[in-house]
């Protein structure tokens, strides 16, 4: 079993930058990949970003390349989520999400652990 704890959320203006982390419970975390997901009120949950247990492959929504970055250290048992120049649209709660595979995609039924989620606010 792993018990993921996001925090690092909060209320930015547009353009600022936030940085989320997400820790995780028990000696297994690099045995996982891990990814982010985010869903704002009245949308569906929407994938962002994934990174391979060794963090040597990463993948990203369309909609954050370029702005966002996602990164882990396993020795820490944490991935972090790098958000820059952000926009109202990327208001949402974010959730980590940890997939038992080496590295996997966008599909949410990939993941079998998730946390709790942490708000992100981005005022125009």
């Known amino acids: 079993q792993v018990q993921l704890v996001e925090s690092g959320g909060g209320l930015v203006q547009a353009g600022g930058s936030l940085r989320l982390s997400c820790a995780a419970s028990?000696?297994?975390?690099?045995?996982?990949?891990m990814g982010w997901f985010r869903q704002a009120p009245g949308k569906e949950r929407e994938f962002v970003a994934v990174?391979?247990?060794?963090?040597?492959?990463?993948y990203y929504a369309d909609s954050v390349k370029g702005r966002f970055t996602i990164s882990r250290d396993n020795a820490k048992n944490t991935v972090y989520l790098q958000m820059n120049s952000l926009k109202p649209e990327d208001t949402a709660v974010y959730y980590c999400?940890?997939?038992?595979?080496?590295?996997?995609?966008?599909?949410?039924?990939?993941?079998?652990?998730w946390g709790q989620g942490t708000q992100v606010t981005v005022s125009s």
């Open positions: 999400a940890g997939a038992n595979l080496y590295y996997t995609g966008s599909d949410f039924r990939e993941y079998d652990y």
């Open positions: 028990g000696r297994t975390f690099s045995r996982y990949a």
């Open positions: 990174i391979s247990r060794n963090g040597g492959s990463t």
